[in-house]
Protein backbone atom coordinates (compact mmCIF):
# COMPACT_ATOMS: atom_id res chain seq x y z
CA UNK A 1 0.00 0.00 0.00
CA UNK A 2 1.51 3.70 -0.70
CA UNK A 3 -0.51 6.72 1.00
CA UNK A 4 -0.61 10.23 -0.57
CA UNK A 5 -1.51 13.17 1.55
CA UNK A 6 -3.38 16.15 0.57
CA UNK A 7 -5.58 19.39 1.69
CA UNK A 8 -3.25 21.14 2.89
CA UNK A 9 -3.19 25.08 2.55
CA UNK A 10 -3.59 28.61 3.93
CA UNK A 11 -4.85 28.82 7.23
CA UNK A 12 -5.46 31.45 9.92
CA UNK A 13 -4.90 31.27 13.46
CA UNK A 14 -8.06 29.63 14.83
CA UNK A 15 -9.10 28.52 11.62
CA UNK A 16 -9.87 25.09 10.65
CA UNK A 17 -8.65 22.51 7.86
CA UNK A 18 -9.21 18.74 6.95
CA UNK A 19 -5.98 16.42 5.68
CA UNK A 20 -7.18 13.58 3.56
CA UNK A 21 -4.76 10.64 3.05
CA UNK A 22 -5.41 8.19 0.41
CA UNK A 23 -4.44 4.72 0.32
CA UNK A 24 -3.37 2.99 -3.08
CA UNK A 25 -2.69 -0.92 -3.55
CA UNK A 26 -4.30 -2.56 -0.84
CA UNK A 27 -6.80 -1.90 1.47
CA UNK A 28 -6.35 -0.61 4.69
CA UNK A 29 -7.97 -3.30 7.10
CA UNK A 30 -5.45 -4.34 8.53
CA UNK A 31 -3.06 -1.39 8.97
CA UNK A 32 -2.83 1.40 11.55
CA UNK A 33 -2.72 5.03 10.08
CA UNK A 34 -0.40 7.68 11.51
CA UNK A 35 -0.54 11.49 10.56
CA UNK A 36 2.42 12.88 10.85
CA UNK A 37 4.36 16.54 10.56
CA UNK A 38 7.82 18.03 9.85
CA UNK A 39 8.27 22.16 10.53
CA UNK A 40 11.20 23.97 9.20
CA UNK A 41 14.16 22.43 11.04
CA UNK A 42 12.45 20.61 13.30
CA UNK A 43 12.44 16.56 13.94
CA UNK A 44 8.84 14.74 12.22
CA UNK A 45 5.92 14.01 15.49
CA UNK A 46 3.74 12.08 15.28
CA UNK A 47 0.02 13.67 15.26
CA UNK A 48 -2.08 11.19 15.42
CA UNK A 49 -2.80 7.76 14.29
CA UNK A 50 -5.72 5.39 13.54
CA UNK A 51 -5.90 1.42 14.04
CA UNK A 52 -8.20 0.62 10.86
CA UNK A 53 -8.19 -3.06 12.18
CA UNK A 54 -9.32 -2.21 15.84
CA UNK A 55 -10.40 1.37 15.83
CA UNK A 56 -8.27 2.64 18.26
CA UNK A 57 -7.05 6.21 17.81
CA UNK A 58 -4.24 7.69 19.35
CA UNK A 59 -3.09 11.29 19.44
CA UNK A 60 -0.74 13.53 20.75
CA UNK A 61 -0.97 16.33 23.58
CA UNK A 62 -0.71 19.16 21.43
CA UNK A 63 -3.66 17.42 18.78
CA UNK A 64 -5.66 16.17 21.52
CA UNK A 65 -9.16 18.26 21.54
CA UNK A 66 -8.16 20.15 18.79
CA UNK A 67 -7.73 17.49 15.41
CA UNK A 68 -9.70 14.43 15.13
CA UNK A 69 -8.59 11.43 12.93
CA UNK A 70 -11.67 9.38 11.01
CA UNK A 71 -11.67 7.67 7.84
CA UNK A 72 -14.50 6.45 5.50
CA UNK A 73 -16.29 3.60 5.32
CA UNK A 74 -14.64 1.99 2.36
CA UNK A 75 -11.56 2.07 4.01
CA UNK A 76 -9.42 3.29 1.49
CA UNK A 77 -8.99 7.17 2.44
CA UNK A 78 -8.26 8.84 6.15
CA UNK A 79 -9.03 12.07 7.47
CA UNK A 80 -7.12 14.93 10.09
CA UNK A 81 -10.01 17.34 10.35
CA UNK A 82 -7.46 20.25 12.54
CA UNK A 83 -9.17 23.23 14.19
CA UNK A 84 -8.16 25.95 16.16
CA UNK A 85 -4.97 25.63 14.55
CA UNK A 86 -2.17 27.52 16.02
CA UNK A 87 0.90 28.93 13.99
CA UNK A 88 3.23 26.02 15.31
CA UNK A 89 1.18 23.64 13.78
CA UNK A 90 2.33 24.93 10.62
CA UNK A 91 4.79 22.20 8.73
CA UNK A 92 4.33 19.53 6.01
CA UNK A 93 1.92 16.72 7.33
CA UNK A 94 2.31 13.09 5.72
CA UNK A 95 0.29 10.14 6.41
CA UNK A 96 2.05 6.42 6.55
CA UNK A 97 1.13 2.71 7.81
CA UNK A 98 1.95 0.27 9.87
CA UNK A 99 0.74 -3.20 10.60
CA UNK A 100 -2.27 -3.27 12.65
CA UNK A 101 -1.41 -1.60 16.08
CA UNK A 102 -1.38 2.32 16.84
CA UNK A 103 1.95 4.30 17.87
CA UNK A 104 3.51 8.17 17.44
CA UNK A 105 6.66 7.20 16.61
CA UNK A 106 6.81 7.77 13.15
CA UNK A 107 9.94 5.60 12.52
CA UNK A 108 7.39 2.59 13.10
CA UNK A 109 5.67 3.55 10.13
CA UNK A 110 6.07 3.80 5.80
CA UNK A 111 4.52 3.92 2.81
CA UNK A 112 4.24 7.44 2.87
CA UNK A 113 4.56 9.96 -0.15
CA UNK A 114 4.87 13.15 -0.44
CA UNK A 115 3.52 15.08 2.18
CA UNK A 116 0.86 18.24 2.46
CA UNK A 117 1.93 21.46 3.29
CA UNK A 118 -0.18 23.62 5.97
CA UNK A 119 0.73 27.15 6.63
CA UNK A 120 -0.83 28.70 8.85
CA UNK A 121 -0.95 32.78 8.56
CA UNK A 122 -3.22 35.75 9.33
Known amino acids: VQLQASGGGLVQPGGSLRLSCAAS????????VLWFRQAPEKEREGVAC????????LYSNFAKGRFTISRDNAKKMVFLEMTNVKPEDAGVYYC????????????????WGQGTLVTVSS
Open 50 to 57: MSIWSGMT
Open 25 to 32: GDILDEYA
Open 96 to 111: GERWRSCTLRVNDFGS
